[in-house]
Antibody
Framework: QLQLQESGPGLVKPSETLSLTCSVSGGSISNSNYYWGWIRQPPGKGLEWIGSIYYSGSTYYNPSLKSRVTISVDTSKNQFSLTLSSVTAADTAVYYC??????????????WGRGTLVTVSS | DIQMTQSPSSLSASVGDRVTITCRASQGISSSLAWFQQKPGKAPKSLIYAASSLHSGVPSKFSGSGSGTDFTLTISSLQPEDFATYYCQQYYIYPLTFGGGTKVEIK
């Protein structure tokens, strides 16, 4: 059973860089039927897609965050990572990693990590 | 960006009720729509993809319909474990976008 697990600091200071890693267990991140992505959810609010990456390294970012976001993949460690620079309190959220699986011509988020709360505060 | 609008934003219903949630896209997205269920403090769970296909292991009391711009999620007979927030999401084009959510509460 494939599982995703987010890890990283739970507290980041304003203006600094948020860094999270998603470890994939029970399966290969290099499977061509999957994209890997990050989604966040501010406390009490809805879901926001941050970006996605393919095992080859191709990336897609939300334009609203693109100038501050980098998503990378390390196939040797079977994990992918998120960095978000120049954070503010508005970046406080639960951050989820998720898999987009291919089902015919449809690619949708079929598996989610448990999420990790990141608080931006001095 | 494609805006996804859900209605209602919340509803109260009783066990056994049939519940319908609507999701409207600001432009046509064919059938590239998924639905998720989220309970407090938990990650979202996949329910439906391709507007009407059930994700593996999801009970048949959940159903989805629609194409183009208008979509619905129906729960045929609401059970206690179904009280949660439901989100739609389009994957037709980047950026991927979610609806604002519909909270289903106990009447």
């Amino acid at each position: 059973q494939l599982q995703l697990q987010e890890s990283g600091p739970g507290l980041v200071k304003p203006s600094e860089t948020l860094s999270l890693t998603c470890s994939v267990s029970g399966g290969s991140i290099s499977n061509s039927n999957y994209y890997w992505g990050w989604i966040r959810q501010p406390p009490g609010k809805g879901l926001e897609w941050i970006g996605s990456i393919y095992y080859s390294g191709s990336t897609y970012y939300n334009p609203s965050l693109k100038s501050r976001v980098t998503i990378s993949v390390d196939t040797s460690k079977n994990q992918f990572s998120l960095t978000l620079s120049s954070v503010t309190a508005a970046d406080t959220a639960v951050y989820y990693c998720a898999r987009r699986g291919r089902y015919g011509s449809h690619w949708y988020f079929d598996l989610w990590g448990r999420g990790t709360l990141v608080t931006v505060s001095s | 960006d494609i805006q996804m609008t859900q209605s209602p934003s919340s509803l109260s219903a009783s066990v056994g009720d049939r519940v319908t949630i609507t999701c409207r896209a600001s432009q046509g997205i064919s059938s590239s729509l998924a639905w998720f269920q989220q309970k407090p403090g938990k990650a979202p769970k996949s329910l439906i993809y391709a507007a009407s296909s059930l994700h593996s292991g999801v009970p048949s009391k959940f159903s989805g319909s629609g194409s183009g711009t208008d979509f619905t999620l129906t729960i045929s007979s609401l059970q206690p474990e179904d009280f949660a927030t439901y989100y739609c999401q389009q994957y037709y084009i980047y950026p991927l976008t979610f609806g604002g959510g519909t909270k289903v509460e106990i009447k």
